[in-house]
């Protein structure tokens, strides 16, 4: 006898739920202002990327396996005129 579509649903949320448990992810929230969410973007497009969290993750963990100098270096607030960072 062939599942029901909410049967399948409920299945595929119970699988997704406890692989979420099982490697730790936690939601994560922040404002983003408009230059970070263009700069995003560009970042998405240019590296044929489809979600934030992905370049996200990736720039933390690249950024976390540099030396102590150079994450200091990118992780410097940039100096701007304005409000443009």
């Known amino acids: 006898m062939a599942k029901s579509a909410a049967k399948r649903k409920a299945e595929q949320l119970q699988r997704e739920k406890e692989h979420r448990e099982a490697v730790g992810a936690q939601l994560f ?22 979600e934030d969290g992905e370049v996200v993750t990736l720039l933390i963990h690249n950024i976390a396996n540099c030396d102590m100098s150079r994450q200091k270096e990118l992780l410097a607030v940039p100096q701007h005129k304005g409000n443009q960072l």
């Open 29 to 50: 929230q922040m404002d983003m202002f408009r230059r970070t969410r263009e700069h995003l973007d560009k970042l998405k497009s240019d590296h044929g990327f489809e």
